[in-house]
């Protein structure tokens, strides 16, 4: 008795843990997934050409600014190999020790080539130890969300407008890189718009068969081919599916067919995503009333 009594707890307890955790968990995974998309295919190239900048205004860092031994093991990229202290050696600084040992063994005279090649090395490791040591790729990140707004901004123009039309346009031209292109450009249009789908009521309608009721989002009148082909006033319906309401099913139902709910978008989603289990509150309500009249 008292195992299932253990068990019954632990699965309870359990299951109200995931379910504080996973919302949070998830929301920052997202966030962390769209810091990475931005800064891996925008930020990094953007920091690399800060760097080489960087490089033409001065060499290497200020004196003072990075160690060459310590700041390299520490902000280094590791590679498995390990000094003699037990300290992890990195990439950067086996390049600072390779251009100090071309220096020492003074070729400057017989291979200056070599020299030259190690000096530019060992400054471009030096600067990127530097950025490393005070988060500066931070910066790449940072222009490139500007970056991204100020598109937006131009797209938003006339001349943007043309021109994002006329890339578009190539782009679906291209064989197989126009199936991917708008499949793509569909679900984020649908995710990014600005541009709010206006469902104008909750509604129940008999589907995927008659006798069995499905909560759907109005969005309108018909098609007009549709509505001259068929006498009766039809109206459409969006069915949204159980867990994930993004997707779903778009019908044309005769509006007599149509029973309008008095729920809010919000409650209906929370129905169906919850499978539903979230029941809207109206439902609570109405149940509390037929009980107190009872």
Not at 33 to 59: E, K, Q, S
Not at 88 to 100: A, C, G, M, S
Not at 154 to 167: D, E, P, Y
Not at 283 to 291: T, V, W
Request: glycine share 6%; with cysteine; proline share 5%.
């Amino acid at each position: 008795m008292k195992e299932q009594r253990f068990s019954d707890d632990f699965r309870r307890f359990f299951l109200r843990g995931l379910g504080a955790l996973i919302p949070t968990l998830l929301t920052f995974a997202i966030i962390v997934w769209a810091y990475r998309l931005i800064n891996d295919n925008v930020g990094y190239y953007i920091t690399r050409g800060l760097m080489r900048m960087c490089m033409v205004i001065r060499d290497e860092p200020a004196p003072g600014l990075v160690d060459p031994h310590r700041d390299a093991l520490r902000y280094g990229t590791p590679v498995d190999k390990w000094d003699e202290e037990g300290y992890r050696l990195t990439v950067e600084y086996e390049v600072i020790q390779n251009h100090n040992r071309l220096q020492a063994r003074e070729l400057e005279k017989r291979d200056p080539v070599a020299v030259r090649e190690a000096r530019r090395a060992r400054n471009e490791a030096m600067w990127q130890i530097a950025f490393e040591k005070y988060r500066l790729h931070l910066l790449g990140f940072l222009i490139a969300i500007v970056l991204v707004y100020f598109m937006g901004f131009f797209l938003a123009s006339f001349l943007g407008r043309a021109s994002w039309r006329a890339a578009e346009g190539l782009l679906k031209r291209i064989p197989v890189i126009r199936t991917i292109y708008s499949t793509v450009k569909q679900v984020t249009d649908f995710l990014l718009s600005d541009r709010p789908v206006d469902f104008s009521g909750v509604v129940a309608v008999q589907y995927p068969r008659k006798a069995v009721w499905s909560v759907g989002l109005s969005t309108g009148g018909p098609m007009n081919q549709v509505q001259k082909c068929v006498q009766d006033d039809l109206m459409t319906v969006f069915i949204p599916s159980s867990p994930t309401p993004l997707t779903g099913y778009v019908i044309q139902v005769p509006r007599e067919d149509v029973i309008e709910l008095n729920l809010t978008i919000d409650e209906a989603l929370r129905f169906t995503i919850s499978g539903g289990v979230i029941k809207p509150d109206v439902i609570f309500r109405k149940l509390e009333g037929e009980a107190e009249t009872d």
